[in-house]
């Protein structure tokens, strides 16, 4: 039998499993969050009709961008100087399975 909604599927899930997950990746060009709540959100700019990332063949429409603080991610070996990373101009866009930082960014 052939299912005929999407909720019929064995593979149909409420929640993505790796939706809170983080993508290092070293060849996209920005970076890219799947929740709101993720960035700081005292000055969200909302994103202009043609800001689209582009996924494979496919282009995916950006609601907003701003900033996010990833809280205590970079420290030292002995454990001291813990500090916030601070990502600018953050993608949201809804529904993406992952969240995406950019490898090359992080090096400047």
């Given amino acids: 039998m052939v299912p005929t909604t999407p909720m019929d599927s064995v593979f149909f ?3 993505y499993p790796l939706k809170l997950s983080i993508c290092y990746d070293p060849c996209t060009s920005t970076y890219v969050v799947n929740s709101k709540d993720l960035l700081f959100f005292n000055s969200i700019v909302p994103a202009i009709h043609e ?4 996924v ?3 282009s995916v ?4 961008r701003e900033k996010r603080i990833m809280k205590k991610v970079i420290y030292r070996l002995d454990g001291k100087n813990i500090c916030n ?4 101009d953050v993608a949201f866009v ?8 950019v490898i090359d960014f992080l090096r400047k």
């Fill in 61 to 64: 429409a950006v609601y907003c």
């Fill in 85 to 88: 990373l601070i990502l600018e």
């Fill in 13 to 15: 899930t409420i929640q």
């Fill in 51 to 54: 800001d689209i990332i582009l």
């Fill in 94 to 101: 809804l529904n993406f399975h992952i969240n995406i930082v």
């Fill in 56 to 58: 494979g063949d496919m």
